[in-house]
């Protein structure tokens, strides 16, 4: 039984000429023509309406005959780095401090222009950008550690001190001798089959997954740095491995259970709602009204349901278990053709 496009023919057909990332994961364009099958932002020609058919999910164009497109790899993840560029992530998070110029890209095989337009599609930021990062977040913590603001700043790589004071506020908002009373909050974009996301991770734990098209995502993030008085950086943490990790497994039906740890910031009444939402079981859904009843709450509803739309880490608390009384799909964040595909995935694996 195939699964219903979340948008109309004309519309999929749009997104692929305009190659609109925010449909990826929404549906794969397959030709009539050539028999091959892409996502919706390949580069390779567009064809014309006529001969191009949709389909919700790869696996329902490979059952029809087509075969995946070598340009586009539909088949595989896209966060999944390149051997070459996985190898300069290394290079980075073993030595913050060091500068690989175009020059020695080069020496190591590789075309600067294509390393920049990778990080660029990854990380929002060209390699050269990213490096600066990398060496800015390496001063943090030392200045975290307790060095002086000179001894950061050469020990970074650094060689100007105006010039480091300069690019540390413009980054972090405050000058380098008031950073002690901050914190970071590293970010990265990954891939997932039901389109792109950004996650966020503290030392604590991962404190923000959400879909790129979410609404009021920027909003989330204002509020997220303010209350842990950070700055978000793009940049690795430790969290990200495991996030990538399991989440691939869940996609894959061999996941039921997370235990990526999480830190997320709220009322003590939030806390409770979403510790509640990771009793769900995998596979099961409740009512807003039955949620309010398990906390011991049965009048409070309405609150519930408030405190379920300001969960940020999607997935992981799984808001998407949450129903109407009527067995109706309701709001959730990223998207009711998306909380559809979860519970359905959920219920698959669970037989």
Known sequence: MSTPLPASAHECYRALVAKDATYE????????????????????????????????TPKEALLRGYRACKVCTPLTPQDEAPAAMQALLEQLAEQPTVRITDEALRQQ??????????????????????????RLNHAFKRLQGGDTVTAAAYDSGFESLSGFQDSFKAVFGAAPTHSRQQQLIHLTRLDTP??????????QGICL?????????ETELRDLA?????????????????????????????????SVPLHTPGTEFQQAVWQELRQIPFGAVRSY???????????????????NGLNRVAILIPCHRVIGADGQLTGYGGGLWRKQRLLELEQQSDR
């Open 25 to 56: 994961g929404r549906f794969v364009a397959a030709v009539k023509t050539t028999g091959i099958f892409c996502r919706p932002t390949c580069t390779a020609r567009k064809p014309r309406p006529e001969n191009v058919e949709f389909f919700a």
């Open 109 to 134: 095989g590789l075309e600067p222009a294509t390393v920049r337009r990778w990080f660029r599609r990854q990380h929002g930021l060209t390699f050269q950008g990213y490096q600066r990062l990398a």
């Open 194 to 203: 039901l389109g792109t996301m950004l996650a966020c991770a503290t030392e």
């Open 209 to 217: 997954l959400e879909f790129t098209d979410r609404r009021m995502l």
């Open 226 to 258: 303010s209350r842990l008085r950070a700055t978000i950086v793009p940049g690795a943490n430790p969290h990200f491995e495991l996030l990538r990790t399991q989440l691939a497994e869940y996609f894959a039906g061999q996941r039921r259970e997370f």
């Open 289 to 307: 009204g039955q949620q309010a009843l398990a906390l011991g709450r049965p009048t409070a509803v309405r609150a519930v349901a408030a405190a």
